[in-house]
Protein backbone atom coordinates (compact mmCIF):
# COMPACT_ATOMS: atom_id res chain seq x y z
CA UNK A 1 0.00 0.00 0.00
CA UNK A 2 1.20 3.56 -1.27
CA UNK A 3 0.77 6.32 0.58
CA UNK A 4 1.45 9.78 -0.37
CA UNK A 5 1.46 13.11 1.55
CA UNK A 6 0.83 16.21 -0.88
CA UNK A 7 1.17 19.69 1.24
CA UNK A 8 0.19 23.04 0.02
CA UNK A 9 2.09 26.13 0.88
CA UNK A 10 1.15 29.35 1.79
CA UNK A 11 3.69 31.52 2.30
CA UNK A 12 3.34 35.24 4.10
CA UNK A 13 4.68 38.30 1.38
CA UNK A 14 8.28 37.76 2.80
CA UNK A 15 8.56 34.42 2.64
CA UNK A 16 7.35 34.23 -0.91
CA UNK A 17 9.39 36.93 -2.14
CA UNK A 18 12.27 35.10 -0.86
CA UNK A 19 11.44 31.96 -2.71
CA UNK A 20 11.05 33.87 -5.71
CA UNK A 21 14.75 34.88 -5.54
CA UNK A 22 16.14 31.06 -4.56
CA UNK A 23 14.16 30.35 -7.88
CA UNK A 24 15.38 33.14 -10.23
CA UNK A 25 18.72 32.38 -8.64
CA UNK A 26 18.60 28.66 -9.45
CA UNK A 27 17.35 29.46 -12.92
CA UNK A 28 19.89 32.08 -13.82
CA UNK A 29 22.61 29.27 -12.70
CA UNK A 30 21.04 26.45 -14.77
CA UNK A 31 21.09 28.51 -17.52
CA UNK A 32 24.83 29.91 -16.57
CA UNK A 33 25.73 26.03 -16.71
CA UNK A 34 24.11 25.15 -19.53
CA UNK A 35 25.71 27.43 -21.89
CA UNK A 36 29.28 26.79 -20.32
CA UNK A 37 28.47 23.11 -21.35
CA UNK A 38 27.43 24.13 -24.82
CA UNK A 39 30.24 26.53 -25.47
CA UNK A 40 32.91 24.08 -24.19
CA UNK A 41 30.81 21.11 -27.01
CA UNK A 42 31.22 23.62 -29.29
CA UNK A 43 34.82 24.60 -28.78
CA UNK A 44 35.72 20.94 -28.85
CA UNK A 45 33.92 19.43 -32.05
CA UNK A 46 34.47 22.59 -34.22
CA UNK A 47 38.26 23.30 -33.07
CA UNK A 48 39.63 19.58 -31.52
CA UNK A 49 41.42 16.48 -33.72
CA UNK A 50 38.98 14.39 -35.36
CA UNK A 51 39.38 10.41 -35.31
CA UNK A 52 38.81 8.58 -38.74
CA UNK A 53 37.05 4.99 -37.81
CA UNK A 54 38.12 2.87 -40.74
CA UNK A 55 42.26 3.88 -39.55
CA UNK A 56 41.75 4.87 -36.03
CA UNK A 57 43.97 8.20 -36.24
CA UNK A 58 43.60 11.70 -35.76
CA UNK A 59 43.00 13.68 -38.64
CA UNK A 60 42.50 17.28 -38.52
CA UNK A 61 39.96 19.26 -40.18
Given at each position: ?????????R???????K?????D????H???????????????????N??????Q?????
Amino acid sequence: MLTNYVYKLRPNQTQDSKMSGWVDMLRSHYNWCLNDRITHYNQQFIQGNYCEIRTQSEVSP
